[in-house]
């Protein structure tokens, strides 16, 4: 039998496929907040749209559509550096800081684009230039979405390996320590911030081409969207590094897409149901560190069972000095 | 090196949780001093440790390092001169990041960040012959998290950050306290191997009386926002923790064991 006859359609399966890089590049850009900077940024919802918008605004005034991608990062660099600013310097809670940004942004997105929906019709993109080249839709999103990943990863991989991407990642994990070393923790967190909502508006930005319009409500759910591919990327396929956890949320977001393909195709759900499933996809991965945990702890009652004669050592932390505990 | 002009605190002034933690310190440490710093509970210590830090600013007076004056300087820019060791070993490290990466930062205090290697290989070379010396077999774990190592090691470890650079003035808060004795003694040992090599001018507030008696040149005890009693090496040299004691109680008029002093 045939697998795709059971899960999915082969055009559902490449188009997920497709989806499911480009928007991997949101992924990235939750990761570098939810991880990094241990920061739940709602912005995304306000600047996932937002590069929607400027993309397709400047598109369709004339803009070469690269340049205006670009152009849509850079409005995104600006979301994430206000709320930055409201988190570092009015000392507002990072989660209000984002919902602030994200709210007021529904309205510039509207102004952005004069009503709430922009269609991209028979205008040039960044996918013509591979269709122009005779290939379909879907191929062009993958061929895009792969060199964008790739370069993402690279990019990003080199900068969190200088001495700035440490000073930015040692801020998420414990800002006592570096603000001790001499970096200001208020700035790197900005940094961080402007740097995951310009990815997420070109995000945004590509995803508008692809779909061919721009909408002002398209940035519901997204947060929800990159969570899900960041956890299920990481308890999937790991995350000792930076460079591996990357590579595992581009995977995550991939199989998301795939996921949410699958149970619209062949599960009878309708495209309006895709939030409620996306909330349960994320739902069920948050829980899956500790069904992980609870699975474990059975399975070694059960061997120990067998084997009670060997306790297993328990200390982690109390271990003296010189001995240490063996490498998990 | 350090030169303190009485500087207050009070924290929530105007409150009813108001708390006048200094009340008006001073203190003049000389280069390669290494002053031990006991007092109960809530005697001001860790907020004067915190005040030389930059944690907070001071409601009054001034806080000089090697005659630059730092009182306006934000904890970051202050860190330039001042290495620090916590009470709470997880605070000294980043413990999603390796060994290496902790130290190679460590090495950066008080340089500015740039788009440059965030670590080389000469510098891992250099940290492999520096965690040699600290004896752990920490050498051969340079890339794994600094999360995975024991309380102990991790004391160490800071304790080497802070002290990769030379510091223009070290400052521990009772950084040995959460571990257990065997460990707490080392990491102490340690503590003054790197201070007497490099020559530091340290600060290291203790619960242990014994030790503030032992090592250092110098000790102060704090009382209420103040210093109480201030130990030149020579005073200190022959006292014994009961004349110590004695010294507190007649001081503050208080009775030592009433003041949730935990004294050993
Ligand atoms: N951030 C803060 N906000 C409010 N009150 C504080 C703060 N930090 C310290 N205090 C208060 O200031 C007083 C001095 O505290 P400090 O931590 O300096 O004491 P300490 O001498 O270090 O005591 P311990 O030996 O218990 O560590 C205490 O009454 C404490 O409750
Ligand atoms: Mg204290």
Redesign the pocket.
Known sequence: MNIFTYIMSPSSFFGAISQGLLWSVLAMGVYITYRILDFADLTTEGSFPLGAAVAAKYILSGYNPIAATFIAMGYGLLAGLITGFLNTKLKIPGLLSGILVMTGLYSINLRIMGKANLPLLKQPTVLTFFSDMGMTNTRAAMILGIITAVVVILLLWALFSTELGFAIRATGNNPHMIRALGVNTDFMTMLGLMLSNALISLAGALIAQYNGFADVGMGTGTIVIGLASVIIGEVLFGRTTVVRSLFSVVCGSILYRLIIAAALERRGFQPTDLKLLSSIVLAVCLSLPLVKEKYNRIVNRKNKVKESSQEPSLTKDDTLLKGGNPSC | MLKIENITKT??PGTANE?R?LKGVSLHMKPKDFVTVI??????????LNAIAGIFSVDSGKIIIDGNDVTKLPEHQRAQYIGRVFQDPRMGTATDMTIEENMSMALRRGKSRTLRKGITKKEKDMFREYLHMLDLGLENRMSAKAGLLSGGQRQALTLLMATMTKPKLLLLD?HTAALDPKTAKKVLELTKKIIEEEQLTALM?T?NMKDALKHGNRLMM?HEGNILIDLQEEQKANLQVTDLLKMFEKASGASATNDRMLLV
């Open positions: 924290f929530s708390k933690a007092g109960g509970n809530g005697a001001g210590k860790s907020t004067l009772e507030i619960h704090m």
